[in-house]
């Protein structure tokens, strides 16, 4: 079957073609048109700026999305769209565009979670990996460790109290003067920096509980920056990137160690932006070889929004009879 599939909860608007079916997942098209050049200027997602954004793309995106892959909407068996989590704006334009196209032209209407889209973005390049696992969902919005017990049953086991990890980079990126957002530049300079030059406390809460803090290790990193700008010390960025990298990572590994040990689970997925460091795709793969778990982590193509992964999941919420209708709404937050 093909699906015609939406994403704009956040700062990228993507419409993608996918087909599917027992033994295929083949992705047609996936355009996605990014905002970021626009949210640059002022250090973050300003989200009636990403709404209007999303308005002004969708339509372009989606005949590019039909002609790239080949087809038109005739061909199209389903149309899948973000409905939650994100900023309410923002999904919006994808969920009333999506349903206006879905009842204009009688085609089935699917909602999908975006967690969940991120997750099933494996499912492109991991033929072999099937449910029972468990994922950690890491992005600029969210940080969740979820026991995925079928396709469309997620039950989230831990996730951040505060800050999301990604944001966490962005916000240590920002204050070094790093252009938003600055993961992707964080990971560079933590390449030919010493994870050890700087000892900063650990993202994982203390106890029997699989949550992280991303706030508190965030705020210890911009503590010594400001410290250092006060005693007029410099300080090495490449060092900073480097330690608060390694922290992030041992806080990661460690609740992922106890959720192994809790669940049995001997699959990990890892997905969402975040997804797409470096290091932390080093250090789960050792993590997860040293104790013979199978690991899986998407394409870095497939790591930040996109609509391939919406279809993807769409795809087995279509399979499990999930369908949206003309009420059909948007959350900003929740299942
Ligand atoms: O999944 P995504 O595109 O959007 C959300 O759903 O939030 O994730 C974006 C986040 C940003 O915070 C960005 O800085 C981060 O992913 N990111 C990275 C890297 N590439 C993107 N963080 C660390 N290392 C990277 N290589
Ligand atoms: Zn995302």
Redesign the pocket.
């Known amino acids: 079957m093909l699906i015609l599939s939406f994403e704009s909860?956040?700062?990228?608007t993507s419409a993608a073609v996918c087909e599917f079916d027992e033994n295929k997942k083949q992705i047609r098209s996936n355009i996605i048109a990014s905002q970021i050049e626009t949210h640059k200027l002022y250090g973050g997602v300003v989200p009636e700026i990403a709404s209007r954004a999303h308005c002004d793309a969708i339509t372009n995106i989606t005949y590019e999305a039909l002609d790239t892959a080949g087809v038109t909407l005739a061909d199209i068996d389903a149309i899948a769209v973000t409905n939650t989590p994100?900023l309410i704006g923002a999904l919006l334009v994808g969920v009333s565009f999506a349903k206006s196209l879905a009842i204009a032209n009688n085609i089935p209407l699917v909602p999908v979670n975006?967690i969940k889209g991120?997750t099933a973005a494996n499912y492109f390049v991991h033929p072999d990996l099937k449910p029972p696992f468990l994922a950690l969902v890491?992005?600029?919005?969210?940080t969740s460790l979820i026991r995925v017990d079928d396709y469309t049953t997620y039950t989230t086991i831990g996730r951040t109290r505060d800050d999301?990890?990604?944001?966490a980079?962005?916000k240590v990126?920002r204050v070094m003067g790093l252009p938003y957002?600055?993961?992707?530049e964080?990971?560079r300079l933590a390449s030919i920096g010493n994870p050890n030059a700087i000892k900063f406390p650990s993202a994982a809460v203390v106890g029997d509980n699989l949550d992280f803090s991303f706030s508190g290790l965030k705020t210890a990193v911009i503590n010594h920056l400001h410290n250092c700008d006060q005693k007029g010390e410099s300080y090495v960025k490449e060092d900073i990137a480097a330690s608060f990298t390694k922290t992030v990572i041992s806080s990661v590994t460690k609740k992922l160690e106890m959720a192994y040990e809790a669940t049995g689970l001997d699959k990990i997925v890892i997905a969402?932006?975040?997804s797409?460091?470096?290091h932390?795709r080093a250090a789960l793969e050792e993590f997860c070889n040293k104790r013979q778990i199978h690991f899986y982590m998407p394409p870095l193509s497939l790591?930040?929004?996109n609509a391939a992964m919406i279809a993807a999941q769409g795809y087995y919420e279509y399979l499990a009879g999930v369908r949206g209708d003309s009420a059909l709404n948007a959350k900003a937050s929740g299942q």
């Open positions: 909860s956040c700062d990228e994100g975006h991120h890491a992005s600029g919005g969210h999301a990890i990604g944001e980079f962005d990126g957002p600055g993961g992707a964080m990971d969402g932006g975040v797409a460091n470096s932390l790591c930040g929004d």
